[in-house]
């Protein structure tokens, strides 16, 4: 609530959004030899499953937040959450659902996963500002 106060969007809604990009897997012409048979089936098969499992990881992080913020006085009526499983560009999918729900302003974290320090920015957070040209696009610690 202090965060959206803050930034005047205190009866906005807003929305907790996470691309799960498809992993990368090896590419038919890679696979071991003499296991040509069911190759793409059991690809398929690997990626809803990895899928599956991030999904259930993001879910928890995205309720226990939620409870936290509930536990806090906070308004979580307003706030919806939603996960993307057919991202190839997980930037271009977090601008397109901005564009398509007619979000305004766009909130990233300044790094992710990687833990190189002489980076300023991730990977994700830098492809979002240039694609969102014609949103607000905040980029936090």
């Not at 992080?61 to 409870?67: A, G, N």
């Not at 560009?89 to 190189?116: D, K, L, M, N, P």
Request: aromatic letters at 4%.
């Amino acid at each position: 609530d202090c965060f959206t106060a803050h930034l005047g969007l205190r009866n906005k809604e807003l929305l907790l959004f996470h691309v799960i990009r498809s992993p990368d897997m090896p590419r038919p012409e890679e696979r071991p030899s003499g296991s040509q048979a069911g190759w793409s089936d059991w690809v398929d098969k690997v990626r809803r499953e990895a899928a599956n499992c991030e999904r259930e990881i993001i879910q928890s992080v995205f309720e226990r937040h939620m409870k936290r913020l509930e536990q806090t006085g906070g308004d979580v009526s307003r706030i919806k959450t939603k996960i993307r499983t057919s991202g190839s560009s997980r930037a271009g999918s977090v601008v397109e659902e901005a564009e398509e729900g007619g979000y305004g302003t766009i909130v990233v974290g300044r790094r992710g996963h990687s833990r190189v320090e002489e980076f300023l920015m991730g990977r994700v957070s830098s492809k979002v500002l240039q694609l969102a040209t014609d949103r607000a696009v905040l980029v936090v610690d």
